[in-house]
Each structure stands twice: as C-alpha cells, then as structure tokens.
C-alpha cells in the first residue's frame, strides 16, 4: 500500500514553454502533498507544501508564480514549471502523507526534466 | 533555523562488515526522525521511524536505529551489510513546524 506515482518519469523541453508534473497517491487519500527538488549528488530540498483544497505553502527562495502547484482532488497534486530556462532542469519529486500515516511521506519515483 | 547533517558523504565496506552512518540535527523542540534509502534507480523508501518511546528503533531489512535526544542524534546501523545495501541513505527530521528536513545523504558502496 501507499504508491505514489509521478508522470511523466522524465521531460525534455525547450526554454520557455510551460511543464506539468502530476503527482498521484493510488491508494490512499493524501490529505497533504509535498514538492521537493534535488540536484545532482545532493539531498531533497523542499519547494512547497500543499493540502487538498487549499493554496500551496511555498519554502522562502521558490517563487510560487514560476512553480504553480495545484492540489485540487484528495489523489492529485500537480507542479507546473512556468516559463521553464535550462537552470530549472532538475529531479523533481512529490511525497505524500495522509492523516493516518501520521508524519510518514510515501514518495513517487520523480520526473527528470531537462530544459534546452 | 534548523539543519540535519550526515556525518559521511560516502561509505565503503565490504560485505558482512558492520555499518553505523552518523545523523545529526539542530532544533531543540520535539522531532519526529526518519531514515529513507534510495536504491539505485528507484524512489526513496523508509526504512525506519521515530515518534516517540523506545529510542532504539528496529526498520525493514535488518537496519536498527538509536535516538539520543541529548547529542541531537539518530545514528542508523546494521550488524552485517549485504551488496544489496549499495544505495543512498538519507536522515530526516520533521520539527513542530511540520516540515521535513533532509540530510545530505550518505552514499554507502557495499563490496561483495
């Protein structure tokens, strides 16, 4: 139990156009969604947090009109990469927690994007 | 604000040899402290968990871990490592804040 799945597993794009990642909890509900990003050889750092309904909390640094996160049902949370330039090219990976599992995050497997 | 740090960037042992991987965090409030592993190409796992009680904390796969809330500490061990341990290792800590903090990361290479 607990899969989080993440589409798509990896993206290349050209600078400028616009990327979504979806985010989904297959067999529960998550209540709470969260982004992290983690470059090469380093750990997971957290860009926002988002609960079901209501607006994403973004970390200080991560501008919220660039990533666009929607948590818009109880098993979907979408990133949106705005405006995407190479610097943006990362692993991105969404966790989720649903009140039952108390502070446990089950993660999805990340999207590899890469911006030309 | 509050850190984690992971004593080593890099591990090598040999198979059977004994692993203890060093995770240590700032904050003076009441924690909640994890360690996930990502196996070579695949998503982080947890492999154990720390709420509350026992501070010797037993996870998947033979890994154990001691919280000593006095060093600030959560170091995960395990009495025999297997080729099949190579992976990353990452210590979390969740603060009052509710977020979750990463550590670094400690590559461990296991070597048959």
């Known amino acids: 139990g607990a899969v989080v799945s993440q589409h798509p597993s990896w993206v290349i794009c050209k600078s400028g156009t616009s990327v979504k990642i979806e985010c989904r909890s297959l067999d529960f509900q998550a209540t709470t969604m969260f982004w992290y990003r983690q470059f090469p050889k380093q750990s997971l750092m957290l860009m926002a947090t988002?609960?079901?309904?209501?607006?994403?909390?973004?970390e200080q640094g991560v501008e919220k009109d660039k990533f666009l996160i929607n948590h818009a049902s109880l098993t979907l949370s979408t990133l949106t990469v705005t405006s995407a330039h190479p610097e943006d090219s990362s692993f991105y990976i969404c966790s989720a927690r649903w009140r039952g599992a108390g502070e446990t995050q089950y993660f999805g497997p990340g999207t590899r994007l890469l911006v030309l | 604000a509050q850190s984690v740090s992971q004593h080593n960037h890099h591990v090598i042992l040999s198979e059977a040899a004994s692993l203890e991987l060093g995770c240590n965090y700032s904050?003076?409030?009441?924690?909640?402290l994890f360690w996930y592993v990502q196996y070579p190409g695949q998503h982080l796992q947890l492999l154990l968990k720390y709420f509350s009680g026992d501070p010797l904390v037993k996870g998947i796969k033979g890994f154990e871990a001691e919280f000593i809330k006095s060093k600030f500490s959560f170091n995960l061990r395990k009495p025999s490592v297997q080729w099949s341990d190579t992976a990353e290792y990452f210590c979390a800590v969740k603060t009052s804040y509710d977020k979750v903090i990463f550590g670094p990361g400690t590559s461990l290479s296991v070597i048959p």
């Open positions: 988002s609960n079901e309904g209501s607006k994403a909390t973004y």
């Open positions: 904050y003076g409030g009441t924690v909640n």
